[in-house]
């Protein structure tokens, strides 16, 4: 019987610890499965914390349904029946800028009408499908910004996408990778000759499917419902771990993963514990990954420790309804640069999602921090609390004392697939060919979503069956 051990229990381990059990039981192999995770809680990044009647999202707070991973996922774990999807208020989002907010337009007359561009702005962006626009660069690593100002101008890149890579990444769009970011976009920039040409393409396509009956092919943005469970996202991981039973061996740091005799692995953990296994996954951060493989294969961990991180400070800030003026009738907004503010953004947390506070009370989860303010993460709690509520203020008009506060730190908190990554991601893989048996899987490489975390897990399980088979 093969042994195959799996490193980090965030939803990435988890999910290929549950498909590959799963698709070795459908092809009656047995396998030894153990997942040794670092915490005494499995979830990684995923922790709701239920408090004074709020749910608190430690990290992510749902998942697109845009596309089927996670949603098969929770078929077929059993869970679909609790999922719970954001409320319709959850697609309006809105930016703030010169001094105000502004809802994100959905669609052309709304775009026209929005105050949020100005006019030039506005040209600017028309002129994205015509040939004014130069194609890609050939042979570039084209950064987001660089992407943004050739198709779609300046501002359109100060009140559009900077707010979306600092909503999705905590990142600078200067520094990172359009492709290794937004390969669809890249794609569709490719394919269609521009982004507006290939959003007309592509409703047209859709049009022509819906009318012959066929199912529909999924949008060209990142669109879909945020989708959670009542009882926060941790539902998916704590019944991901509940499934796994004993599989899942919680408080097991490892130190070192070195290679054994005749092609055997050897992990060392923190405790003094050693694992012989045949295969092993590592999905842990990137950062950890490079620690237990330094002296097995150095020039892997190096490239894996180059790939960056940013740090991000998550804040609760709970209020009683009444004290609070704004209609909350949305999934929050985030915050262009320029306005100078402390935070990313905030999200209207207990809006999208019912019972997120208890009757009577509302729910703000605000952002801080990124790769642009590194230095963010380390102020203190009295510090954050006072920068949120001066964003507050001017952005929502909030003056009121929050009842209840949370603060939660990731000092490394998304993994920044800045210009180059591709190419690390290459010569990640040149290494890999040499140490057969080890596979890497998480967050760091090709997606941080958590529906990318669940289609690495899908190609890391197909990966080991190929090996046992
Ligand atoms: C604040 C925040 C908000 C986010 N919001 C969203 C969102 O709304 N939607 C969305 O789709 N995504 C969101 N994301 C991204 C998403 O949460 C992550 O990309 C995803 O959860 C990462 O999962 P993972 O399993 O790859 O890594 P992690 O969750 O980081 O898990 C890695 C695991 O490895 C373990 N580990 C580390 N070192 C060792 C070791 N030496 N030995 C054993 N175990 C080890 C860790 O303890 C951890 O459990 C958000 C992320 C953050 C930080």
Known sequence: MKKVIIIGGGISGLATAWLLRDRARAAGIELDLALLEKEELPGGKIRSIREEGYICEWGPNGFLDSKPQTLDLCTAIGVSGKLHRSNDNARKRFIFSGGE?????????????????????????????TPLVPGPPKGVD????????????????????????????????????????????AELERDYGGLIRAMIMLARKKKQERAAGKAVSSAAGPGGVLTSFREGIQSLTDALAASLGEVVKPGKEVAKVARGAG???????????????????????????AEMLTGCDDGLSILLRQIPYASMTVVCFGYERERISHP???????????????TLGTLWDSSMFEQRAPEGKVLLRSM????????????????VVARVRKDLKATMGIDAEPSFIRIFRHPQAIPQYVVGHGKRL???????????????TGNSYRGIGLNDCVAAAQRAADQVMELVR
């Open 101 to 129: 907010l502004h809802r994100l337009p959905e669609g052309g007359p709304s775009f026209l009408k929005s105050r949020l561009i100005s006019w030039p702005g506005k040209l600017r962006l028309a002129l994205e499908p």
């Open 142 to 185: 084209e950064s987001l910004a660089d992407f943004a100002r050739r198709r779609l101008g300046r501002e359109a890149l100060d009140k559009l996408i900077a707010p979306m890579v600092s909503g999705i990444f905590a990142g600078d769009p200067e520094t990172m990778s359009l492709v290794s970011c937004f390969p669809r976009i």
């Open 263 to 289: 092609g055997a692995w050897k992990i060392g953990c923190e405790d003094g514990s050693e694992h012989d296994a045949d295969l092993v996954i590592v999905a842990s951060p990137a950062y950890a990954a």
């Open 328 to 342: 909350l009738d949305g999934f929050g907004y985030l915050i262009t640069k320029k306005e100078g503010r402390s």
């Open 368 to 383: 801080m921090g990124g790769a642009c303010f590194p230095e963010y993460v380390k102020f203190s709690d009295d510090e």
């Open 426 to 440: 290459q010569a990640l893989e040149e290494r890999l060919g040499g140490l057969p048996g080890l596979i890497l």
